[in-house]
T-cell receptor
Framework: IAGITQAPTSQILAAGRRMTLRCTQD?????MYWYRQDLGLGLRLIHY???????GKGEVPDGYSVSRANTDDFPLTLASAVPSQTSVYFC?????????????FGQGTRLTVV | GQNIDQPTEMTATEGAIVQINCTYQ??????LFWYQQHAGEAPTFLSY??LDGLEEKGRFSSFLSRSKGYSYLLLKELQMKDSASYLC??????????WGAGTKLIIKP
Protein backbone atom coordinates (compact mmCIF):
# COMPACT_ATOMS: atom_id res chain seq x y z
CA ILE A 1 0.00 0.00 0.00
CA ALA A 2 1.33 3.42 -0.91
CA GLY A 3 -0.50 6.45 0.45
CA ILE A 4 -4.22 6.16 1.04
CA THR A 5 -6.45 3.45 -0.39
CA GLN A 6 -10.23 3.21 -0.61
CA ALA A 7 -12.44 0.22 -1.37
CA PRO A 8 -14.56 -0.44 -3.27
CA THR A 9 -13.90 1.84 -6.24
CA SER A 10 -17.56 1.84 -7.16
CA GLN A 11 -20.75 0.24 -5.90
CA ILE A 12 -24.42 0.05 -6.77
CA LEU A 13 -26.45 -0.44 -3.62
CA ALA A 14 -30.13 -1.13 -3.02
CA ALA A 15 -31.88 1.39 -0.79
CA GLY A 16 -32.16 0.19 2.79
CA ARG A 17 -28.99 -1.89 2.66
CA ARG A 18 -26.04 -1.41 4.97
CA MET A 19 -22.67 -0.57 3.42
CA THR A 20 -19.16 0.07 4.74
CA LEU A 21 -16.64 2.04 2.71
CA ARG A 22 -13.09 1.17 3.63
CA CYS A 23 -10.14 3.54 3.92
CA THR A 24 -6.56 2.68 4.85
CA GLN A 25 -3.46 4.85 4.96
CA ASP A 26 0.17 3.92 5.52
CA UNK A 27 1.58 7.40 6.17
CA UNK A 28 1.01 7.27 9.95
CA UNK A 29 -1.12 10.40 9.69
CA UNK A 30 -3.03 11.37 12.81
CA UNK A 31 -6.00 13.00 11.10
CA MET A 32 -8.42 11.32 8.70
CA TYR A 33 -11.52 12.60 6.96
CA TRP A 34 -14.50 11.44 4.95
CA TYR A 35 -15.96 13.78 2.32
CA ARG A 36 -18.72 13.48 -0.21
CA GLN A 37 -18.52 15.35 -3.49
CA ASP A 38 -21.63 16.26 -5.43
CA LEU A 39 -21.80 18.27 -8.63
CA GLY A 40 -21.83 22.00 -7.91
CA LEU A 41 -21.46 21.59 -4.16
CA GLY A 42 -17.80 20.88 -3.70
CA LEU A 43 -16.39 18.66 -0.99
CA ARG A 44 -18.49 18.37 2.17
CA LEU A 45 -17.10 16.89 5.36
CA ILE A 46 -19.06 13.95 6.74
CA HIS A 47 -16.94 12.83 9.71
CA TYR A 48 -13.38 13.27 10.81
CA UNK A 49 -10.89 11.86 13.28
CA UNK A 50 -8.04 13.91 14.72
CA UNK A 51 -6.33 10.87 16.22
CA UNK A 52 -6.93 7.16 16.76
CA UNK A 53 -9.77 6.56 19.20
CA UNK A 54 -11.54 9.88 18.54
CA UNK A 55 -14.09 10.94 15.92
CA GLY A 56 -16.14 14.05 15.21
CA LYS A 57 -19.09 15.12 13.09
CA GLY A 58 -18.62 17.26 10.03
CA GLU A 59 -21.06 19.30 7.99
CA VAL A 60 -23.27 16.40 6.77
CA PRO A 61 -23.04 13.50 9.29
CA ASP A 62 -26.64 12.23 9.26
CA GLY A 63 -27.01 8.67 8.01
CA TYR A 64 -23.29 7.93 8.38
CA SER A 65 -21.08 6.58 11.14
CA VAL A 66 -17.32 6.08 11.50
CA SER A 67 -14.85 4.41 13.79
CA ARG A 68 -11.12 4.86 14.33
CA ALA A 69 -9.81 1.81 16.15
CA ASN A 70 -6.24 2.36 14.96
CA THR A 71 -4.14 4.92 13.12
CA ASP A 72 -4.37 3.33 9.69
CA ASP A 73 -8.07 2.55 9.18
CA PHE A 74 -11.11 4.81 9.04
CA PRO A 75 -14.22 3.00 7.74
CA LEU A 76 -17.43 4.85 6.87
CA THR A 77 -20.74 3.02 7.37
CA LEU A 78 -24.11 3.78 5.86
CA ALA A 79 -26.57 2.04 8.18
CA SER A 80 -29.53 2.12 5.79
CA ALA A 81 -28.71 3.65 2.43
CA VAL A 82 -31.02 6.18 0.77
CA PRO A 83 -30.89 7.56 -2.81
CA SER A 84 -29.71 10.98 -1.57
CA GLN A 85 -26.49 9.27 -0.48
CA THR A 86 -25.60 8.69 -4.11
CA SER A 87 -22.30 10.53 -4.43
CA VAL A 88 -18.55 10.21 -4.81
CA TYR A 89 -16.91 9.60 -1.43
CA PHE A 90 -13.33 10.60 -0.73
CA CYS A 91 -11.24 9.61 2.24
CA UNK A 92 -8.31 11.86 3.12
CA UNK A 93 -5.57 12.05 5.70
CA UNK A 94 -3.14 14.65 7.01
CA UNK A 95 -0.60 14.98 9.76
CA UNK A 96 -3.18 16.96 11.70
CA UNK A 97 -2.93 19.89 14.06
CA UNK A 98 -1.33 23.29 13.78
CA UNK A 99 1.71 22.15 11.83
CA UNK A 100 -0.22 20.20 9.27
CA UNK A 101 -0.38 21.35 5.70
CA UNK A 102 -1.67 19.26 2.84
CA UNK A 103 -4.27 16.52 2.92
CA UNK A 104 -3.81 13.40 0.82
CA PHE A 105 -6.84 11.87 -0.85
CA GLY A 106 -7.81 8.33 -1.75
CA GLN A 107 -8.98 7.61 -5.28
CA GLY A 108 -12.65 7.84 -4.31
CA THR A 109 -15.66 5.52 -4.13
CA ARG A 110 -18.49 6.15 -6.54
CA LEU A 111 -21.69 5.02 -4.78
CA THR A 112 -25.08 4.77 -6.44
CA VAL A 113 -28.10 4.01 -4.24
CA VAL A 114 -31.11 2.75 -6.19
CA GLY B 1 -21.86 31.19 8.11
CA GLN B 2 -18.75 30.07 6.32
CA ASN B 3 -18.49 30.65 2.61
CA ILE B 4 -15.94 30.14 -0.16
CA ASP B 5 -16.67 31.65 -3.58
CA GLN B 6 -14.94 30.89 -6.85
CA PRO B 7 -16.12 31.04 -10.47
CA THR B 8 -17.88 27.93 -11.71
CA GLU B 9 -16.08 27.71 -15.04
CA MET B 10 -13.34 29.48 -17.00
CA THR B 11 -11.95 29.04 -20.49
CA ALA B 12 -8.41 29.85 -21.61
CA THR B 13 -6.10 29.22 -24.55
CA GLU B 14 -3.10 26.92 -24.59
CA GLY B 15 0.08 28.88 -23.87
CA ALA B 16 -1.77 31.75 -22.20
CA ILE B 17 -2.11 32.83 -18.56
CA VAL B 18 -5.22 32.44 -16.41
CA GLN B 19 -6.09 33.71 -12.93
CA ILE B 20 -8.66 31.87 -10.80
CA ASN B 21 -10.02 33.93 -7.93
CA CYS B 22 -11.28 32.78 -4.55
CA THR B 23 -12.95 34.87 -1.86
CA TYR B 24 -13.74 33.54 1.59
CA GLN B 25 -15.59 34.30 4.79
CA UNK B 26 -14.73 31.82 7.53
CA UNK B 27 -14.65 31.57 11.30
CA UNK B 28 -10.94 32.01 11.76
CA UNK B 29 -8.13 31.47 9.31
CA UNK B 30 -5.28 28.99 9.47
CA UNK B 31 -4.20 28.83 5.87
CA LEU B 32 -5.58 28.60 2.35
CA PHE B 33 -5.06 25.70 -0.02
CA TRP B 34 -5.41 25.16 -3.74
CA TYR B 35 -6.00 21.68 -5.14
CA GLN B 36 -6.25 20.38 -8.69
CA GLN B 37 -8.78 17.71 -9.58
CA HIS B 38 -8.93 16.03 -12.96
CA ALA B 39 -12.27 14.54 -13.96
CA GLY B 40 -12.91 11.24 -12.21
CA GLU B 41 -9.82 11.55 -10.04
CA ALA B 42 -8.95 12.60 -6.51
CA PRO B 43 -7.88 16.16 -5.63
CA THR B 44 -4.14 16.71 -5.48
CA PHE B 45 -2.37 19.45 -3.54
CA LEU B 46 -1.03 22.48 -5.45
CA SER B 47 -0.24 25.23 -2.98
CA TYR B 48 -0.58 26.56 0.56
CA UNK B 49 -0.64 30.19 1.74
CA UNK B 50 -0.79 31.31 5.35
CA LEU B 51 0.89 34.71 5.08
CA ASP B 52 0.03 37.55 2.70
CA GLY B 53 1.82 37.59 -0.61
CA LEU B 54 2.71 35.45 -3.56
CA GLU B 55 3.97 31.87 -3.47
CA GLU B 56 5.51 30.69 -6.72
CA LYS B 57 5.95 27.07 -7.71
CA GLY B 58 6.96 26.56 -11.31
CA ARG B 59 4.14 27.50 -13.67
CA PHE B 60 1.72 27.90 -10.78
CA SER B 61 1.58 30.79 -8.30
CA SER B 62 -0.85 31.51 -5.49
CA PHE B 63 -1.56 34.86 -3.85
CA LEU B 64 -3.20 35.65 -0.52
CA SER B 65 -4.61 38.81 1.07
CA ARG B 66 -5.99 37.98 4.51
CA SER B 67 -7.39 41.48 5.07
CA LYS B 68 -9.48 41.17 1.89
CA GLY B 69 -10.39 37.49 2.32
CA TYR B 70 -9.02 36.91 -1.16
CA SER B 71 -6.74 34.55 -3.00
CA TYR B 72 -5.94 33.74 -6.58
CA LEU B 73 -4.23 30.91 -8.40
CA LEU B 74 -2.21 31.98 -11.43
CA LEU B 75 -1.40 29.42 -14.10
CA LYS B 76 1.18 30.38 -16.75
CA GLU B 77 2.09 28.79 -20.08
CA LEU B 78 -1.11 26.79 -20.04
CA GLN B 79 -0.98 23.23 -21.29
CA MET B 80 -3.85 20.98 -22.32
CA LYS B 81 -3.18 18.80 -19.27
CA ASP B 82 -4.09 21.79 -17.06
CA SER B 83 -7.73 21.23 -17.98
CA ALA B 84 -9.19 20.31 -14.60
CA SER B 85 -11.15 21.68 -11.69
CA TYR B 86 -9.30 23.89 -9.21
CA LEU B 87 -10.50 23.80 -5.63
CA CYS B 88 -9.94 26.55 -3.07
CA UNK B 89 -10.09 25.55 0.61
CA UNK B 90 -9.62 27.49 3.84
CA UNK B 91 -8.61 25.94 7.16
CA UNK B 92 -10.74 27.49 9.88
CA UNK B 93 -10.19 28.12 13.58
CA UNK B 94 -10.87 24.43 14.32
CA UNK B 95 -8.30 23.37 11.70
CA UNK B 96 -11.05 21.98 9.50
CA UNK B 97 -10.97 22.58 5.75
CA UNK B 98 -13.86 24.52 4.23
CA TRP B 99 -14.07 23.91 0.48
CA GLY B 100 -15.26 25.98 -2.43
CA ALA B 101 -17.29 24.27 -5.15
CA GLY B 102 -14.34 24.41 -7.54
CA THR B 103 -13.59 26.15 -10.84
CA LYS B 104 -13.66 24.04 -13.98
CA LEU B 105 -10.89 25.25 -16.28
CA ILE B 106 -11.23 24.44 -19.97
CA ILE B 107 -8.11 24.85 -22.13
CA LYS B 108 -8.60 25.33 -25.85
CA PRO B 109 -5.88 24.80 -28.49
Amino acid sequence: IAGITQAPTSQILAAGRRMTLRCTQDMRHNAMYWYRQDLGLGLRLIHYSNTAGTTGKGEVPDGYSVSRANTDDFPLTLASAVPSQTSVYFCASSEGGEGSTEAFFGQGTRLTVV
Amino acid sequence: GQNIDQPTEMTATEGAIVQINCTYQTSGFNGLFWYQQHAGEAPTFLSYNVLDGLEEKGRFSSFLSRSKGYSYLLLKELQMKDSASYLCAVRDSNYQLIWGAGTKLIIKP
